[in-house]
C-alpha cells in the first residue's frame, strides 16, 4: 500500500512520514527531496531558474514518474495535491491522508522560512493572512483526502490507528 501524506507548509509531512514509515516497517519517499537530488538544485534555487509553473510540472512528473516500492510512506509537497490531476492520481494508486492544521498552528511551527520561496519574505502576521487565503484556496483539493486528520500533537500511533480502521 502506498500511503500519500499530504497538508500545507509546516503541517509535519516529513517527520511524520519518517515516524510512520519506521513504524510500519516499510520505506518512506519525500518527493520534496527527490526533486532536490534529482534536479541538483534547492527548492529556493528551482524557484527562481524555472518559476512557480516550472516548478508545479516537474513536481508532478516526479509524484506521477517515481518508482514507488510496493509498500511505503510519501511526504508530498505542499502545493501538490491543488495542481493538474494530482489529487485525484493520488488517490487511485493509494491512501492519502490530509494532515489537518489551522493557521495559527501553521504559523507557530514555520520557522525556517527562507529554504520555503512562497513564504521567505513574510513576518508572523503577513504569513498567518497568507496561510489563511492558501487553506481556502486548497482546501477543497486537500479535503478530497481519504483520511483527514487534525495534525497538531499528532501521534503516530494515533495514524497508525485510523489507518487500520
Ligand atoms: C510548497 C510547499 C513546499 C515545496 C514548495 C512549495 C507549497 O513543500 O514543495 O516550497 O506550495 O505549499 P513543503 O510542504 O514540504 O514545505
Given at each position: 500500500?502506498?500511503i500519500f501524506?499530504?497538508?500545507?507548509?509546516?503541517?509535519?509531512?516529513?517527520?511524520?512520514?519518517?515516524?510512520?514509515?519506521h513504524?510500519?516497517?516499510?520505506?518512506?519517499v519525500?518527493?520534496?527531496?527527490?526533486?532536490?537530488?534529482?534536479?541538483?538544485?534547492?527548492?529556493?534555487?528551482?524557484?527562481?531558474?524555472?518559476?512557480?509553473?516550472?516548478?508545479?510540472?516537474?513536481?508532478?512528473?516526479?509524484?506521477?514518474?517515481?518508482?514507488?516500492?510496493?509498500?511505503?510512506?510519501?511526504?508530498?509537497?505542499?502545493?501538490?495535491?491543488?495542481?493538474?490531476?494530482?489529487m485525484?492520481?493520488?488517490?487511485?494508486?493509494?491512501?492519502?491522508?490530509?494532515?489537518?492544521?489551522?493557521?495559527?498552528?501553521?504559523?507557530?511551527?514555520?520557522?525556517?522560512?527562507?529554504?520555503?520561496?512562497?513564504?521567505?519574505?513574510?513576518d508572523?502576521?503577513?504569513?498567518?493572512?497568507?496561510?489563511?487565503?492558501?487553506?481556502?484556496?486548497?482546501?477543497?483539493f486537500?479535503?478530497?483526502?481519504?483520511?483527514?486528520i487534525?495534525a497538531?500533537?499528532?501521534?503516530?500511533?494515533?495514524?497508525?490507528?485510523?489507518?487500520?480502521?
Amino acid at each position: 500500500m502506498i500511503i500519500f501524506l499530504i497538508g500545507y507548509m509546516g503541517c509535519g509531512k516529513s517527520t511524520k512520514a519518517k515516524q510512520l514509515a519506521h513504524r510500519l516497517d516499510c520505506p518512506v519517499v519525500d518527493l520534496d527531496s527527490e526533486i532536490v537530488n534529482k534536479s541538483g538544485k534547492t527548492i529556493a534555487e528551482f524557484f527562481d531558474a524555472f518559476g512557480e509553473n516550472g516548478f508545479r510540472n516537474y513536481e508532478s512528473e516526479m509524484l506521477k514518474t517515481y518508482n514507488y516500492p510496493e509498500n511505503c510512506v510519501v511526504a508530498t509537497g505542499g502545493g501538490l495535491p491543488c495542481f493538474f490531476d494530482n489529487m485525484e492520481w493520488m488517490n487511485e494508486k493509494g491512501v492519502t491522508i490530509y494532515l489537518q492544521m489551522d493557521a495559527p498552528q501553521l504559523v507557530s511551527r514555520l520557522h525556517n522560512r527562507q529554504k520555503r520561496p512562497l513564504i521567505k519574505d513574510l513576518d508572523d502576521e503577513q504569513l498567518l493572512e497568507f496561510i489563511r487565503v492558501k487553506l481556502e484556496e486548497r482546501n477543497p483539493f486537500y479535503t478530497k483526502a481519504k483520511i483527514i486528520i487534525n495534525a497538531f500533537d499528532l501521534d503516530v500511533e494515533k495514524l497508525v490507528e485510523v489507518l487500520k480502521a
